[in-house]
């Protein structure tokens, strides 16, 4: 339902300065195994259904409340995916807000409800076949939209594992 008055109250105090924002992400799929995927219409690339994780909520609770919200499908999340974070999930909003996202994202079963979006924030909601996925606005690796996955996926950086080996 668009921002929380936790994250406006933060906002004016640091303007559109840089915030870490912890995150959920939901993969949501069809009987067909396509994945769901949001475009809010403002020009920015399609995203998973997700959102911020507000003061006193369970990564999975905000799951199930932010695809609720944005998509109308009451789901259960399965299965955690990955855990994704760093400069990579920096981003910055047409607004000029800027934040870095620190995402839990999981493997989602629809119970009910209808593919209608309870909040603004959503214009279009498609899905789409694992090898049609549109531009995503968070750089997930495509080892999660895989329906065979059997592990967890962790973002590792590059530098900070060659300095794992030298401490062997």
């Not at 895989?146 to 062997?168: A, C, H, R, T």
Request: include cysteine.
């Amino acid at each position: 339902m668009g921002m929380s008055d936790y994250y406006k109250k933060l906002r004016d105090q640091v303007g559109n300065e840089l915030i870490f924002v912890p995150s959920v992400a939901g993969i949501v799929r069809n009987k067909a195994g396509e994945i769901l995927f949001q475009n809010k219409g403002t020009g920015e690339n399609w995203s998973l259904p997700a959102g911020a994780i507000e003061p006193g909520e369970a990564p999975a609770e905000a799951l199930v409340r932010e695809v609720w919200e944005e998509t109308g499908l009451h789901v259960i999340p399965k299965k955690l995916l990955g855990v994704f974070g760093g400069n990579d999930f920096r981003y910055q909003y047409p607004d000029g807000n800027k934040v870095e996202y620190n995402v839990v994202v999981f493997e989602c079963e629809v119970q009910c409800g209808d593919l209608k979006p309870i909040d603004p924030e959503t214009f279009e909601l498609r899905y789409f076949k694992l090898n049609e996925t549109p531009e995503l606005a968070l750089p997930y690796p495509s080892s999660i939209f895989e329906k065979s996955s059997d592990g967890v996926s962790f973002q590792w950086n590059k530098e900070w594992l060659d300095n794992l080996k030298i401490l062997k």
